[in-house]
C-alpha cells in the first residue's frame, strides 16, 4: 500500500519570501508523484508531476519539486512567492503499475502569502 | 482544461433522504472516480469506474453508490444521506496509460441536515 504525508497543514509566508512544502511517500514500489493545486472554491489542477528521468521538476509558474528516493521526498519549492500563490497544495503518489491508476492524496497544506 | 462538469455545485438535504450526484466530460476518458474532500483528510477515494458499466469500490464506499451507463456520465448515489457524509465532492478521469494526467472537476458541495 501507498502513503503520503504532507507535514505542514498550514504554511503562512511573507510575499518574496521563499518556501517549501514537504512531503513524504510510503511505497514499496516505484512510483509516480504528483502536486496539485486547489485554489478557493475551485477544483485540483495539476502543478507538476515527476515520472521518470530527471529528479528536479518544474512548473510554469515557477514552484518546482526534487525527487528524492533515498529520503522518499517531494517537497515543493519556490524562491519568491506572490500573492495568487495562496492555496491548498496536494502532494500524490501512485503506482505506475497499479489497478486503474488510482492515486493516493496527501492531507493538504493551505499556503498563504502575506503582503 | 479537460471538460468536466458537476451537477449540482451546491445541495442541502436532510439526513434518511437519497441524493445523486452527476459528472459529465467531455473528452472521452475511459476512467472516472468519485472523491470525498474533507478538512484533515485530503482528498479520499469513493468509487472508481473503468469503463461503461465497470466500477468498483474505493476507501470510503460504505454508504455510496455508483453507475456508468455511458461513457461521459458517472452517477454518485447515497440512498440515505447522513450528516456524516457533509462533505466537497470531487468527480475526475482521465485515460488508461500510466503516465495521463488526472483531470477534476469543479465539485459539489453537499450539507446534509
Known amino acids: 500500500a501507498q502513503s503520503v504525508t504532507q507535514l505542514d497543514s498550514q504554511v503562512p509566508v511573507f510575499e518574496e519570501a521563499p518556501v517549501e512544502l514537504r512531503c513524504n511517500y510510503s511505497?514499496?514500489?516505484?512510483?509516480?508523484l504528483f502536486w496539485y493545486v486547489q485554489y478557493p472554491n475551485q477544483g485540483l489542477q495539476l502543478l507538476l508531476k515527476?515520472?521518470?528521468?530527471?529528479?528536479l521538476v518544474e512548473s510554469i509558474n515557477g514552484f518546482e519539486a526534487e525527487f528524492n528516493k533515498s529520503q522518499t521526498s517531494f517537497h515543493l519549492r519556490k524562491p519568491s512567492v506572490h500573492i495568487s500563490d495562496t492555496a491548498e497544495y496536494f502532494c500524490?503518489?501512485?503506482?505506475?503499475?497499479?489497478?486503474?491508476?488510482?492515486?493516493?492524496f496527501g492531507t493538504g497544506t493551505k499556503l498563504q502569502v502575506i503582503p | 482544461d479537460a471538460g468536466i462538469t458537476q451537477s449540482p455545485r451546491h445541495k442541502v438535504t436532510e439526513t434518511g433522504t437519497p441524493v445523486t450526484l452527476r459528472c459529465h466530460q467531455t473528452?472521452?476518458?475511459?476512467?472516472m472516480y468519485w472523491y470525498r474532500q474533507d478538512p484533515g483528510h485530503g482528498l479520499r477515494l469513493i468509487h472508481y469506474?473503468?469503463?461503461?458499466?465497470?466500477?468498483d469500490k474505493g476507501e470510503v464506499s460504505d454508504g455510496y453508490s455508483v453507475s456508468r451507463s455511458k461513457t461521459e456520465d458517472f452517477l454518485l448515489t447515497l440512498e440515505s444521506a447522513t450528516s456524516s457524509q457533509t462533505s466537497v465532492y470531487f468527480c475526475?478521469?482521465?485515460?488508461?496509460?500510466?503516465?495521463?494526467?488526472?483531470?477534476f472537476g469543479p465539485g459539489t458541495r453537499l450539507t446534509v441536515l
Open positions: 475526475a478521469s482521465r485515460q488508461p496509460q500510466s503516465t495521463d494526467t488526472q483531470y
Open positions: 473528452e472521452n476518458h475511459r476512467y
Open positions: 469506474s473503468y469503463g461503461v458499466k465497470d466500477t
Open positions: 511505497s514499496s514500489v516505484s512510483v509516480y
Open positions: 500524490a503518489v501512485s503506482d505506475p503499475k497499479g489497478g486503474y491508476q488510482k492515486v493516493t
Open positions: 515527476y515520472l521518470s528521468g530527471s529528479t
